[in-house]
């Protein structure tokens, strides 16, 4: 939230070179190309999981043997994406 109050303290002096305000969107849209691509991570191993576990026990889920064990998974975890 300090890149907003940035951007606000900007729109307060209309005469300053807008170079801070490029620069605070343009990390903006890092982070959120950052996320699209966590996210996108996530549907592909959430998608994984349930193609191997359509029904049968807990015991012998595919999902819940995942979530137990993150070796399990194809791609790495990036928790402050997801959480975001």
């Not at 026990?57 to 819940?64: G, K």
Request: hydrophobic content about 45%; proline content about 4%; some cysteine.
């Amino acid at each position: 939230m300090a890149a907003l109050a940035d951007l606000l303290d900007l729109a307060g002096h209309p005469e300053a070179p807008c170079a801070h305000a490029d620069r605070l969107a343009e990390a903006r849209l890092q982070d959120v190309r950052r996320r699209i691509a966590a996210l996108q991570a996530l549907e592909v191993e959430l998608e994984r999981m349930l193609a191997g576990c359509r029904s049968g026990t807990v015991e012998s889920c595919a999902v819940m043997e995942s979530l137990a064990d993150h070796a399990q998974c194809i791609g790495p975890h990036d928790r402050t994406a997801l959480n975001g």
